[in-house]
T-cell receptor, first 110, second 117 residues
């Protein structure tokens, strides 16, 4: 299977703490994207990082990419209860196939 | 921003019946659309790539005769689950690529929850 892996599978933190989730992928990529999914809902695009970038910031989000290790991480700083959701990385190849990771279920406790 | 809709948002059907799910790009043309399946608490698995005016490309392990895909226009792709069985119950999500050759942007629909009794 080409599916990427994420860890941890589940993460529970207190409001205000930082949350870090990691993604490993198997294919060569053009870019890697992170998405959020609330229970039973569609995907919300969070951030995109290109294969020639190493780090990117957007608000409380920080993404890193290490193409030599085929891995990426998503850091959410100062988490809020509203950040409770599942987070997926998607490795995007030149054929615009999106290969999603297994996901991390984040629970932020108020 | 670009919007992709799916219809219906949920459907319940009896085993053995066929169900059609529509995916529409509302404010852009999409030469390529994608269909994903997501089982509870699992990730999205790409089922097939739908190209306007040509046959869909199915991922390994996906039965093309069971999951019929039609991309009849630049704004509409349909997925028909034929002779549905309980194991086909899942969350089906489509996405659309607004420009051929660009991997940056793929817009996702809100998903369709299929329950087969």
């Amino acid at each position: 299977s080409q599916q990427g892996e994420e860890d941890p599978q589940a993460l529970s933190i207190q409001e205000g703490e930082n949350a870090t989730m990691n993604c490993s992928y198997k294919t060569s990529i053009n870019n890697l994207q992170w998405y959020r999914q609330n229970s039973g809902r569609g995907l919300v695009h969070l951030i995109l990082i290109r294969s020639n970038e190493r780090e990117k910031h957007s608000g409380r989000l920080r993404v890193t990419l290490d193409t030599s290790k085929k891995s990426s991480s998503l850091l959410i700083t100062a988490s809020r209860a509203a950040d409770t959701a599942s987070y997926f990385c998607a490795a995007v190849s030149g054929t615009y196939k999106y290969i999603f990771g297994t996901g991390t279920r984040l629970k932020v406790l108020a | 921003g670009a919007v992709v809709s799916q219809h219906p948002s949920w459907v319940i059907c009896k085993s053995g019946t066929s169900v059609k799910i529509e995916c529409r790009s509302l404010d852009f043309q999409a030469t390529t659309m994608f269909w994903y399946r997501q089982f509870p608490k699992q990730s999205l698995m790409l089922m097939a790539t739908s190209n306007e005016g040509s046959k869909a490309t199915y991922e390994q392990g996906v039965e093309k005769d069971k999951f019929l895909i039609n991309h009849a226009s630049l704004t509409l792709s349909t997925l028909t689950v034929t002779s549905a069985h309980p194991e086909d119950s899942s969350f089906y999500i489509c996405s659309a690529n607004p420009r051929q050759g660009s991997t940056d942007t793929q817009y996702f629909g809100p998903g369709t929850r299929l329950t087969v009794l």
